[in-house]
Nanobody
Framework: QVQLVESGGGLVQAGGSLRLSCAAS????????MGWFRQAPGKEREFVGA????????QYAGSVKGRFTISRDIAKNTVGLQMDSLKSEDTAVYYC?????????????WGQGTQVTVSS
């Protein structure tokens, strides 16, 4: 059974930083795109960022570009999201996603989500 498990969410003040991690199990994603999406209250789920399996290409939503950084550890089957200079509008449930067409296709696998709350 494939599972993506996020960790690292929480409450942070505006301007602060937070790092999310996602551990995949059940199969290797060494040849797949992995990334992050988020869903704020009352809004649709939106793309945050993604990285190719080689790590050679990354893409970010305009709203987070320059503030968020994706990383991957292929050997450990994990993907991370470093979030800096957080804003109140970054408050959302963040979802790890795997196995989707580059760069913003519909993921085949989702994590359960982790809450990030940014207080102003």
């Amino acid at each position: 059974q494939v599972q993506l498990v996020e960790s690292g969410g929480g409450l942070v003040q505006a301007g602060g930083s937070l790092r999310l991690s996602c551990a995949a199990s059940g199969r290797s994603f060494s040849r797949d795109v992995m990334g992050w999406f988020r869903q704020a209250p009352g809004k649709e789920r939106e793309f945050v960022g993604a990285m190719t399996w080689s790590g050679g290409n990354t893409q970010y939503a305009g709203s987070v570009k320059g503030r968020f950084t994706i990383s991957r550890d292929i050997a450990k089957n994990t993907v991370g999201l470093q979030m800096d200079s957080l804003k109140s509008e970054d408050t959302a449930v963040y979802y790890c996603a795997a196995d989707f067409y580059w760069p913003r296709g519909a993921p085949r696998y989702w994590g359960q989500g982790t809450q990030v709350t940014v207080s102003s």
